[in-house]
């Protein structure tokens, strides 16, 4: 660590230096590091940020955890960015450090003028200022440990009138998003505060039934072939979700469609509803408010209409800046002459009725746009992006057959893939599904389960809530003929037992587990073994059959 020291700053830390004090900073191995953005949720590289604690704060060195100075309650931090590093000030000295750590031991860390929900920011865990390569600015990471992020995230991702059992699928789907999510935009932090990954706005914006779902599903992940899947999820998926391959494209390579994820194929709220691939199908599920889990959703239809001057105004625009994604041929440059709107055909359809791909035909030309996130922000309304790509266009024409008017007609907000929430809203409220069936409607094929974990040379922990007291320990492949673990305190040996040609073994330790929150101790074996606990529920997954009745 380059250090400037300046007036005071120095002499203080010349005294705490002499004590060379060890900080604990959240070394749980579930930390989680948010990068927090500005007041719109925008930027995460800063020039200048001013935080302070709500009781005493320390600020440490990053590499060696010790305690470099410690502020005063309320006292303001100031950190600027420099080329030479940072500059921390707090009374008006300062020091240059590089990357450094804040903590607030019995408190509260908070952000000055930023808000979140019309609240001052405060958050849980530690402040980690870490300084962008080229020196253009930092960035501002919160490190804290996963159930408290969760309690951050919850209830500003799912409103909490949705229900207990809801807010459990939802901190299911939310603690699995940071576990597996779908890619990483920045080495420095795992997510983001806003809709870029899911909303966290910190503690002042907790609720006590949503921090009750987040601590009524410790440790719970969703499973797939023994492995945490991807919960995607969105506001509204309009009754009918749609399969990943239809909506992403390849993180790697780009292509649309993407390789599919078994677990995320589409889903219809019932079995009567056929796919939608079609425009006629589309056009009759999304022009009426056929009864489903969405119904309640205030985007569940929705239509848009512009004057067929108006939408060319607004394609000039959107189609130069969404061609910069490579999902429109051919490319539209700024300054290009667009012609008039002669047609707009959607030429694919996901199993939903999502658009994923869209030509537009103008006198100038035919343009190709292709997936719903892209054809979402192509064709905006006032400024605003389709809520989604479950569209189907309407075309007006005059005596003369030009085109006068264009109407949107859809259903559902977001990209519809995964759990809906208004959806999973309705089942916990309106069916009293528990969580584990709301998540295996939208999650097809998973189990759930603690993350699995390698237990070789050392004791390994885990700690999960189970709501029905029944359980699986999991081994999944080679393992030793006896396993010991300590359940809940009490130390168990249990025989493994499989035939040659199964991958995974399973033991019931169901007599072991409370209802309610268990620890279980694996102790260390003589080679690895792939392990994790498996809830076992009364699972009943036939809930799109009748439970609709006949809204």
Known sequence: MGIKILGFLYRFIIIITILFLPVNIAIADDLVRVGITDNNFQNVLKQQVTVYGTSNCDICD???????????????????????????????QGAVLRDFVIVCPTGLLG????????????????????????????????????QEYLKGVVPNEMPVKFGLEALKAQAVAARNYVITPRSKTNKEFDVVDSVASQVYFGANTETDLATQAVMETDGIVALYNHEPILTLYSSTAGGYTESYSNAFSDNLTGAFPSIGKPYLTAVPDKDEFEPIDTDIKAREFYSAKIPSYDIESPYYRWQKEWTIGELENVLKQTLVSQSKTGFITPVFRQGEELGNIKDIKVMKRGESGKAMVVDLMTSKGCYRISKELVIRRVFQKDGISLPSANVVFEKKSDNSGNLTNITAYGGGFGHGVGMSQYGAGYMATKLNQPYYNILRHYYKGISLGTKPVEVSNKEVEQVFWAPIGRAHIVIVGPSVPKITAMINGKIQEFNVTRTLFQKEAKIDISRCIEDGQNKVLFYPTYFPMKVYIELVESYNTNTNKSLLGDE
């Open 62 to 92: 990053k590499e060696t955890k010790k305690i470099l100075f410690r502020v005063a309650p309320n006292t303001d931090i100031t950190v600027t960015n420099l080329l030479s590093g940072m500059e921390v000030n707090v009374n008006n």
């Open 111 to 146: 952000i000055k003028e930023l808000k979140r929900k019309g609240k001052p920011a405060v958050y849980h865990g530690a402040f980690e200022f870490v300084q962008e390569n080229a020196k253009r600015g930092f960035y501002l990471v919160n490190l804290i440990e996963l």
